[in-house]
């Protein structure tokens, strides 16, 4: 691409403007202003966030670690898929992995669910409850990750915390007992759960008012054409309102998917140490085996991130062929 | 599409009854009864409606009254859901303390203004050439960049975070410059994190301007740059003001790759940065926390009421239209 660009500005220089307005076909013969366009970007976005994805893979297949960093010390050394056998053959991997896929899976689960309920919701209410109803969920929604977490984990705090004060204020015979130091952020499940409530509060006001949208763009003859026809309200969405989002559908699971992948932020404030691999989830590993493990192990960690990268890619291939079906692409 | 063929027939004799409905108004007591049970009926529903409007406003509300409360009424097992005497001196506490020693909050709150301003500016820049070049022209390399756009917005930093980091320590080796332990390095790279969606919001901006608009000013002997400030870039503000707010909620908020970048150089924290170490260091210490969260949440807040309804769409890209 650099070379094109060089002599592209000369003639772009020489006529500028002329050719749009004599006759618009001359355009795709004139490659070099498009290029010269784009090829700020695309430098930058090639050495700052595609050169490191081949790295990742490259670095996943070398024992790199902290000393090869340090000035007259050798590159990192060929180490072949040791990492990869050794991350299939560790049951630790192997439960992180599955707590990822399920914690994951319940995060965008429940999202999908609130947040088309609360969508339809919405659209049956008066327009100006659903609207302060929506001016609520925009608070949940622009909250950043890390006030979100911090507020969550003061929330479940052992002695002090709301959730744990009110439960202890519940009757014994109901919630039993010894709520009030109980230590949400010990045990994975607890703390999964924790995180699922982050998550979801944070991502279910999207995926709501997207939804109302679309609901919006369904003309309402079908709805009432539908009554007529005996259906209730469970038959109208699967028989009308389904079929007509299911474009947007698709597109909103994508994108959860791929954005509850990556959580990072909010682990890192509820678990608040690398101590318990229990409570690990895929970008938490890579992390620690890159930044908190010592020594850094940078080979390891690439490995472990070429496997996160891998199921991101194949989300995103399906996430294209939606796009390209729309024609996003052209 | 198939359920708009099937259904829409029934449609008329639907507006038909209905009608008839209308005419027979007079006989009030029936219509009137059944109002009532529509009311009664969408009881369930307002219900439904303020619970969605608690959970989702709650934690925030805590937040914020938290850090209103005096540290006698955060220290305690009985949590109120009202300050009882309401104290802003945790917010004095961190406006005017110091969060992490020798260094106060406006010095954060400088750096991450600093880093994320001039990271939107530079990219909003480079995004509008990009997506000057994907709306205007046909060329052949058209799709693949489009397509490298939309993988490359999908492969999450906090997979790249290792390769990018060693990625950003050998630049700096071979360019000379420092670019981790300070802000230069994360200008670069949330520069670059928002070009593709900035790209992609744009795209349809710039598309939606009449060619006819360009061409008319050129016939007029304006210059490329005369046709891209004054005829362009008027028409695609807004479109930039909303891809602009939007690169900047992304990355105010980022945490990884400023908590990978800057290390143990307190400095150059940027505000999430800052709260999180405050956070390790002073964990217990729930009033100035909460102060801090709330003071980190009202910019994008204020942003977020701003372009609310573009974000939406710029998100869904035309998946709402079906």
Known sequence: MPQTVEPAAEREAERPVRAPVTEPAPRRRKFPTPYLLIAPALILLAIVLLWPIVQMVWYSLTSFTTRNLLPNQPGPAWNGFAHYQSLLTDPEFWAILRNTVVVCTLMVGITMVLGTLVGLLLHKLPNWFSGIVALGMMLAWATPALSASLVFRWLFLPERGLVNVALDGLPDWLVGDGWLEYNWFLEPLSLFSILITVIVWQSFPFVAVSVLAGLKSIPHELYEAARMDGASAWKAFWNVTFPMLRPLFALLLVLQIIWDLRVFTQLYILANSFQNKDVYLLSYYIYQQGFSASPANYGMGSAIAVVMTVMILAVTAYYLRIMIRQGETR | ?322
């Open chain 2, 1 to 322: 599409m198939t359920a708009t063929d099937d259904t829409t027939r029934p449609a008329p004799r639907e507006r038909a009854t209905g009608s008839a409905e209308a005419g027979g108004a007079g006989r009030s007591g029936r219509a009137r009864r059944r109002g009532t049970t529509r009311r009664l009926r969408s009881v369930p529903l307002y219900l439904a409606g303020v619970a969605v409007f608690l959970f989702s406003v709650f934690p925030v509300y805590w937040m914020v009254i938290t850090a209103l409360k005096p540290v006698g009424e955060i220290f305690t097992r009985d949590q109120t859901v009202f300050p009882r005497t309401p104290t802003l001196e945790h917010f004095d506490r961190v406006l005017n303390g110091q969060l992490i020693p020798g260094v106060n909050f406006w010095q954060f709150l400088g750096n991450s203004l600093f880093v994320t301003v001039a990271a939107v500016a530079m990219g909003a820049f480079l995004s509008l050439l990009a997506a000057v070049a994907v709306a205007r022209f046909r060329f052949r390399l058209r799709t693949t960049f489009i397509i490298l756009l939309m993988v490359i917005q999908m492969v999450p930093m906090e997979a790249m975070i290792i390769s990018i980091f060693i990625n950003f320590r050998q630049l700096s080796d071979v360019s000379g410059m420092q670019l981790l332990g300070n802000l230069s390095g994360l200008l670069i790279v949330y520069t670059a994190v928002s070009l593709p969606i900035t790209i992609m919001m744009l795209r349809g901006f710039v598309a939606a301007v009449p060619k006819e608009l360009e061409e008319a000013a050129a016939i007029d002997g304006a210059g490329p740059w005369t046709v891209f400030w004054r005829v362009l870039m008027p028409l695609v503000a807004p479109g930039l003001v909303a891809a602009s707010i939007f690169a900047f909620i992304t990355a105010w908020n980022e945490f990884i790759v400023a908590l990978t970048f800057l290390g143990r150089s307190t400095d150059n924290y940027t505000l999430p940065l800052t709260l999180s170490y405050y956070f390790g260091r002073f964990g217990t210490e729930w009033g100035p926390i909460m102060a801090a969260s709330t003071l980190l949440t009202i910019p994008v807040m204020l942003f977020f009421l701003f372009v609310q309804r573009r974000m939406v769409s710029g998100l869904t890209m035309g998946a709402v239209k079906g």
